[in-house]
């Protein structure tokens, strides 16, 4: 299976809202991983990855590898997240899996809300989509696996999946509805830090 187009666009679409670079038009334009620095940089207030920028594609690539895998959930776990030589190669799935880890670490690490409606509804139905599938999947065995087939499938619509999928609604009341990140709230706890993602849809007719 290939990369599934709609979650490569959403992808696309939150790195351009970043305005780090000029504009991606496609997931291979981020081989070379300069855009990956510069988000890493966002990141963490730092201008480290503009020193990597001097460097070859390799050791880009080594950095940003290393990077997600200190800041995954569980740091110490013997599975890559990141093929390098895919990367090399020109894997699309490997690069929008970076992409894909790299918007949940800038997720889960922002001081403050961003301002989600900036995007399209589709856009941001899937980049919802996205950041609650990491949520629900980074204390798996198989993180990488999940990951791949995640970015590869079509998505397939739910009853319980209503509040985040325009095809549940009727075409009446598409134009009207929108969806909204309430917020990523950082919850204290005895084990560390969790995070909560919340969604909410409401009608543009009604008041809050």
Known sequence: MTLHATRAAALLSWVNSLHV?????????LQDCSVFLRII??????????????????????????FLQKNRKHPSSPECLVSVQKVMEGSELE???MTMLLLYHSSMSSKSPRDWEQFEYKIQAELAVILKFVLDHEDGLNLNEDLENFLQKAPVPSPSSSTISEELSPPSHQAKREVRFLELQKVASSSGNKYVLGLFSRDGASTS
């Open 21 to 29: 670079a000029d504009p991606v038009e496609a997931v291979l334009q």
């Open 41 to 66: 940089d966002c990141i963490h207030g730092t201008d480290e990855g503009q020193q990597i920028l001097q460097q070859p594609v390799p050791e880009r690539l080594e950095f940003v590898c290393s």
């Open 95 to 97: 690069l929008a899996k």
